[in-house]
């Protein structure tokens, strides 16, 4: 399994942004996608996640109303569209696959920096 993401640049508080997370090497039919985030010398941190089977994406309250995940499953995609983004949003942003029956996200992809300054 492979994940890429890409998406992330420099922008300005209140600015907004679109990540993508493409992933190869798995159906994915009932697995979990996810995003994270991390900040250097903190604990990385949950963003966003669904399942590829359907259902409503769930999100950290850090992020709830402003961020919007969704994915696209003949390119076996995953999207976070970032709005009225934050300087507290800055952090190298990372996908993730969670495996049908893996009680944890078990692929991840390299990440991509995502900077919010003015």
């Known amino acids: 399994v492979q994940l890429q993401a890409s998406g992330g640049g420099l922008v300005q508080p209140g600015d907004s942004l679109t990540l993508s997370c493409a992933a190869s090497g798995r159906t994915l039919s009932r697995d979990g996608m996810g995003w994270f985030r991390r900040v250097p010398g903190k604990e990385r941190e949950f963003v966003a996640g669904?399942?590829?089977?359907?259902?409503?994406?769930y999100y950290a309250d850090s992020v709830k109303g402003r961020f919007t995940m969704s994915r696209d499953n003949t390119k076996k995609a995953a999207y976070l569209q970032m709005n009225s983004l934050k300087p507290e949003d800055t952090a190298v942003y990372y996908c993730?696959?969670?495996?049908?029956?893996?009680?944890?996200?078990?692929?991840w992809g390299q990440g991509t920096q995502v900077t919010v300054s003015s």
């Open positions: 993730a696959l969670r495996t049908q029956g893996a009680t944890s996200y078990n692929y």
């Open positions: 669904m399942t590829w089977s359907g259902g409503e994406p």
